[in-house]
C-alpha cells in the first residue's frame, strides 16, 4: 500500500475502521466533500498538523499514511503494532489452498523444518514475547498455508494439515491478546476447518476453544458458552486407551472457558458446575501438564477460578482462592504467559475489594515477569487505569512510571 496517494490510504483507513465519509468528516469538524475530494486525489494534504488530524481520528500511525515504515516498538514492550497486525491480516486474507487446486505450489518448506517452527512459535506465545510471535507470524502463515497445498494427497497431508490449525490457533490467541478480536474469530474458525482435515478430534477441539475465546471477546457470550460446552461434551474422555492424558487437557480447557462465559453473565450455577467437572478432569490428570499446549491442570483449574469470580463481581472470593488455594511451587512452575495473566486477574479482584496498593503490587509482578501480557494488553490498560483513578494522592513511582510506559494517564 505504500505506492499508494495518500488520498487513497485515508480511504483505506477509513474503510477499515468502518467509518462513512459523513462520520468520518464530522469527526474532523470537515466536509463530507472535503473528505471525498480528499480520497479521489482531487485536494491535497499539505498541512502537517491536518495529516496528523486525521491519523489521530483514523487511530493510525502518522508514518502509515504518509507510506513511510513505522518506528518500531522498543523491544522491552515487544508488543504487536498496526504494522504487524496488517501483515497478519494480509496472510490471512490469502487463499493458496484454493490456487493450489488449479496448479501446483512452487516450494513448500519441508514438513520437519515446519514442525520446529510451529513449536517455537508456541514457545514464544506461551513466554509472552509478542512482538517477536507477530514479526514471525506472516510468514509462518504463508509457510504452512504452501505446505497444507503442497502436501495434500501425500503422505504428509494430515500433519501439514495439523501444523496449519496450530499455526491459526496461535494467531488467534495472538490476535485476541491485543484486542483484534474479528481477526481472532477469523483465525480460529479457520483452524476448525483444517484441524477436521487433519483428522484430529483433539485439534478441532481446541480450536473450539479458541472460537469461544474470541467470541467472548467479541461479547458473543452465550454463543462462547455453547461451544465451548457442546464440543466438551462430546470429547468427555472415556476408560479407552490412547492419548487419555491429551483429551483430559483439551476436554478440561473448553470447560474452564465455558465457565468463564457463564461468570460473563452471572450464571453461578454453571460456572460452579464446569468448574468441578474441570476439576475432576485435572485430578484424573493428575497434575500440570502442557498437552497440546494448554498448561491444563489442577493449578490452571485455580487461576480460572480466581478469574471466573472476578468476572461474577466476587473480588473476595477471588483474592481468596489467590491467597489460599494455589500452591506457590506449582505456580511458579508455569509458563509466564499463563502466570502474568493470573496476576492481571487478581489485580482486577483486589480492586474489587478496594486493595488498590495489593492490585498495583500484581500489576507490577506481572510487568515483571511477562512485561507483554501487561503493556500490550487493552484489558491491563484499564486495570491500571482503575488502580490510578483509586489512588489517594500521588501513586507510588513504580505504578507512576509503569503507567508513563503504558501511555496510561497519572
Excluded at 515487544?78 to 496488517?86: P, R
Aim: glycine residues 8%; neutral net charge; charged residues 25%.
Amino acid at each position: 500500500m505504500d505506492e499508494l496517494p495518500i488520498g487513497r490510504r485515508v480511504a483505506y483507513w477509513r474503510g477499515r475502521r468502518k467509518m462513512s465519509q459523513q462520520v468520518f468528516a464530522d469527526r474532523l469538524g470537515k466536509s463530507k466533500s472535503w473528505v471525498d475530494k480528499v480520497e479521489r486525489g482531487v485536494r491535497r494534504l499539505d498541512k502537517f498538523s491536518v495529516v496528523y488530524e486525521i491519523a489521530d481520528v483514523l487511530q493510525v500511525d502518522v508514518q502509515l499514511l504518509l507510506g513511510k515504515d513505522v518506528e518500531r516498538r522498543p523491544e522491552t514492550q515487544n508488543c504487536i503494532d498496526q504494522v504487524e497486525v496488517e501483515e497478519i491480516r494480509a496472510a490471512l486474507e490469502r487463499y493458496d489452498q484454493m490456487s493450489a487446486f488449479f496448479q501446483a505450489v512452487p516450494h513448500s518448506p519441508p514438513i520437519a523444518e515446519m514442525r520446529k517452527a510451529v513449536s517455537h512459535a508456541w514457545l514464544t506465545y506461551q513466554h509472552a514475547k509478542y512482538g517477536v510471535l507477530a514479526r514471525a507470524l506472516p510468514k509462518l502463515l504463508r509457510d504452512a498455508q504452501a505446505a497444507d497445498s503442497a502436501y495434500a494427497t501425500g503422505a504428509d497431508a494430515n500433519e501439514a494439515a495439523h501444523l496449519l490449525g496450530q499455526v491459526y490457533q496461535i494467531a488467534s490467541s495472538a490476535l485476541r491478546k491485543v484486542g483484534e478480536h474479528e481477526l481472532s474469530w477469523l483465525a480460529a474458525d479457520r483452524s476448525i476447518a483444517v484441524s477436521q482435515r487433519a483428522g484430529d478430534q483433539l485439534l478441532a477441539g481446541l480450536a473450539s476453544f479458541r472460537v469461544g475465546s474470541a467470541l467472548l471477546a467479541l461479547g458473543r457470550v452465550r454463543p462462547a458458552l455453547e461451544v465451548n460446552v457442546n464440543i466438551a461434551n462430546r470429547l468427555a474422555p472415556s476408560h479407552e486407551p490412547g492419548h487419555r492424558e491429551e483429551r483430559l487437557s483439551v476436554y478440561g480447557m473448553l470447560l474452564l472457558n465455558g465457565a468463564m462465559a457463564a461468570a460473563r453473565i452471572g450464571d453461578s450455577a454453571t460456572v460452579r458446575d464446569l468448574l468441578c467437572g474441570a476439576e475432576q478432569a485435572s485430578i484424573e490428570l493428575g497434575g500440570d501438564r502442557n498437552h497440546y499446549w494448554t498448561s491444563f491442570g489442577p493449578t490452571n483449574v485455580q487461576l480460572h477460578r480466581c478469574a471466573a469470580a472476578v468476572e461474577l463481581g466476587d473480588g473476595r472470593t477471588a483474592v481468596d482462592t489467590h491467597e489460599k488455594m494455589i500452591d506457590v511451587v506449582s505456580f511458579n512452575a508455569m509458563l509466564p504467559e499463563r502466570r502474568a495473566h493470573h496476576f492481571l486477574d487478581i489485580a482486577r479482584g483486589y480492586t474489587q475489594i478496594g486493595n488498590v496498593d495489593k492490585a498495583s503490587e500484581m500489576l507490577l509482578e506481572g510487568d515483571r515477569l511477562a512485561p507483554s501480557e501487561i503493556r500490550c494488553r487493552p484489558l491491563a490498560h484499564e486495570v491500571l487505569s482503575d488502580v490510578l483513578r483509586r489512588t489517594r494522592g500521588t501513586p507510588p513511582a513504580p505504578i507512576a512510571e509503569l503507567a508513563e510506559q503504558m501511555g496510561v494517564g497519572v
